[in-house]
C-alpha cells in the first residue's frame, strides 16, 4: 500500500471513528432515544453538538427539544449515590450536569469514593515504597553474595578478604533494617486494603 493511500485510510478511519452517528442514523435518528442513551452514558448535553456536526453532511438537524426531553429522563438513570461514588473512587471529576438540587445523593456518594480514592492514594505510595525497598534488598544480596565470596576466595590476601568481611557485615545490617522497615510497610499496606474494603462493603450496605 502506497504512503498516500495509506494517509487517506487513516484519514477516513479518524473520522469514522469521531463521528457519533453515522449518516444512516441520522436519516432515522430518535432524538428523544438519543439524548436519553447520552445521558444514561454519563455525557453532558454539550454531546449534541458532536451529532450536529455528525449529522450535517446528511442534511439533519437535531430536534433539540425531543433531545433535551431524553436527556432529563437519562439523568435519572445517570446521576445516582452509586454514579457519585464510582467516579469519587476513580478521582474523577464531579458530573456537573448532575444538578446537587435535583440529585443530592450523587455528592453524597462522591464524597464518600473521594475518601476511598485518598485512601488509595495513600496504599498506592506504600506500595511504591515497597517495591523500592524490594528492589534494594535485591541489590543487598546481590552485594553480600559477591563480597562472602571474596571473603572466601583464599586466593585474596587476607586484608583483602578481612575487608570483605567487615563489607559483609555492614550489609548484613543493612538489609536486617531493610526487612525491618519492608515488614512494617507490609502490614500498613494490609491495613490501608481492609480499610478500603470496609469503606466500599459500608456504602454497598446503604
Not at 432515544?33 to 444514561?40: H, V
Request: aromatic residues 6%.
Amino acid at each position: 500500500m502506497s504512503g498516500r493511500l495509506l494517509s487517506a485510510v487513516l484519514i477516513l478511519l479518524g473520522v469514522s471513528g469521531c463521528a457519533t452517528l453515522s449518516k444512516e442514523e441520522c436519516l432515522v435518528a430518535n432524538w428523544r432515544e438519543i439524548g436519553f442513551t447520552d445521558a444514561s452514558q454519563g455525557y453532558t448535553q454539550a454531546r449534541v453538538a458532536e451529532h450536529r456536526a455528525a449529522c450535517a453532511e446528511a442534511k439533519v438537524t437535531v430536534n433539540l427539544e425531543e433531545y433535551n426531553k431524553g436527556f432529563e429522563q437519562g439523568l435519572k438513570n445517570y446521576c445516582t449515590v452509586n454514579t457519585g461514588f464510582d467516579l469519587g473512587s476513580k478521582g474523577a471529576a464531579y458530573p456537573d450536569q448532575c444538578n446537587e438540587k435535583t440529585y443530592p445523593r450523587v455528592r453524597v456518594g462522591y464524597k464518600e469514593g473521594q475518601a476511598v480514592y485518598n485512601v488509595q492514594r495513600e496504599r498506592n505510595e506504600v506500595e511504591r515504597q515497597l517495591q523500592d525497598k524490594r528492589e534494594q534488598s535485591k541489590a543487598l544480596t546481590e552485594q553480600i553474595t559477591q563480597n562472602r565470596s571474596r571473603a572466601d576466595n583464599k586466593a585474596l590476601s587476607s586484608s583483602e578478604r578481612s575487608k570483605a568481611e567487615k563489607t559483609v557485615s555492614a550489609l548484613q545490617r543493612t538489609a536486617a533494617d531493610l526487612f525491618r522497615e519492608t515488614g512494617e510497610l507490609e502490614q500498613k499496606a494490609r491495613s490501608l486494603d481492609t480499610k478500603i474494603n470496609q469503606m466500599r462493603a459500608s456504602f454497598q450496605q446503604r
